[in-house]
């Protein structure tokens, strides 16, 4: 299993498909063990051999171990204040939740390095995903997870520029480049089923691991 070929059962449209009505039923919650989920039902189509949640590691395909993380594009409001305080240092950011100066919790930054930098897998997927509920009837927004808190954001963002919608996450993957080297994939899969809703793919590999 490679990156390219993650990337390519993400882009195909029977996963799409199903992402799409996934996006309406489920949201209400995180959707990121549905998507581990749904990647391994289309996995275990194509007859490849694989292992969920085996020894604290999200997906096991072989011999390669992948991590996933999924987070809201409105929590890079959130990673925007954790760099700041950290002065983009990811170690010194690790290191304060390891002391538990800084608890785990909510936090975006922390999580995702501990994944990358920590487990060490051979693949790292990141799932961001925006929403735009501009037309969603008000009552709606409560049974949407973070209904109010995305419409808020949603505003927010409207005089940013068009491409510049996930400029702290990638700035966040500059910087663990840094600390432990891999290439980057991107895909992003537009749903339209309650709402617009895009699903930002980063898929991170690399060239070794523990």
């Not at 995180?30 to 292992?51: C, D, N, S």
């Amino acid at each position: 299993m490679t990156a390219a070929e993650l990337r390519n059962v993400f882009a195909s449209s029977e996963f799409q498909k199903e992402l799409e009505e996934l996006s309406a039923y489920l949201a209400s919650i995180l959707q990121e063990r549905p998507i581990v989920h749904l990647l391994a039902k289309h996995l275990w189509r194509k007859g490849l051999k694989f292992e969920l949640e085996y020894k604290q590691t999200d997906l096991v395909v072989g011999e390669k171990r992948v991590e996933f993380k999924m987070h809201y594009d409105r929590e890079q409001q959130d990673l925007t204040k954790e760099l700041s305080r950290f002065e983009d240092s990811l170690s010194a950011m690790w290191a304060a939740a390891e002391a538990k100066t800084l608890t785990m919790g909510w936090r975006v930054g922390p999580k995702v390095y501990k994944d990358v930098c920590k487990k060490r897998p051979h693949i790292f997927v990141w799932i961001i995903l925006s929403r735009d509920l501009s037309k969603v009837p008000e009552p709606d927004l409560q049974r949407i997870g973070f209904g109010t808190e995305q419409r808020k954001y949603n505003k927010a963002q409207l005089n940013c520029p068009k491409g510049d919608s996930l400029i702290v996450i990638d700035r966040f993957l500059g910087l663990l480049q840094k600390e432990r080297s891999f290439s980057l994939l991107k895909l992003d899969v537009e749903t339209n089923a309650d709402f617009p809703s895009t699903y930002h793919f980063r898929i991170c590999e690399f060239p070794e691991s523990c």
